[in-house]
């Protein structure tokens, strides 16, 4: 069992930066890929990253690509999404995920079981 919890979020200019964090508590933490999804008012949910559970391998969306970056630290059992050059199109609420299969690093927001509460970004003009 994960349980996730984001914070970071909040109100910033274009060009802007944030980073969110991904808490987690659960023993088996270290053991599983982490996902970032995130869902603006009136779409569907959206993957923006993944990595996997050593950090050594990362996915990215082509939106955010060159912008964004993931990580993690297992000491800590966080994962972060530092995000640059922020745009008014990233405002959405955030979601880390971890998926049913530990090492599963894809998009497909059905293959992710727990997921946190969410945490809201809002970009201005």
């Known amino acids: 069992q994960v349980q996730l919890v984001e914070s970071g979020g909040g109100l910033v200019q274009a060009g802007g930066s944030l980073r969110l964090s991904c808490a987690a508590s659960?023993?088996?933490?270290?053991?599983?890929?982490v996902g970032w999804f995130r869902q603006a008012p009136g779409k569907e949910r959206e993957f923006v990253a993944a990595?996997?559970?050593?950090?050594?391998?990362?996915v990215y969306t082509d939106s955010v690509k060159g912008r964004f970056t993931i990580s993690r630290d297992n000491a800590k059992n966080t994962v972060y999404l530092q995000m640059n050059g922020l745009k008014p199109e990233d405002t959405a609420v955030y979601y880390c995920?971890?998926?049913?299969?530990?090492?599963?690093?894809?998009?497909?927001?059905?293959?992710?079981?727990?997921w946190g509460q969410g945490t809201q970004v809002t970009v201005s003009s």
């Open positions: 659960g023993r088996t933490f270290s053991r599983y890929a």
């Open positions: 990595i996997k559970w050593s950090g050594g391998g990362t």
């Open positions: 995920a971890a998926p049913n299969s530990p090492y599963y690093t894809g998009s497909n927001p059905t293959e992710y079981a727990y």
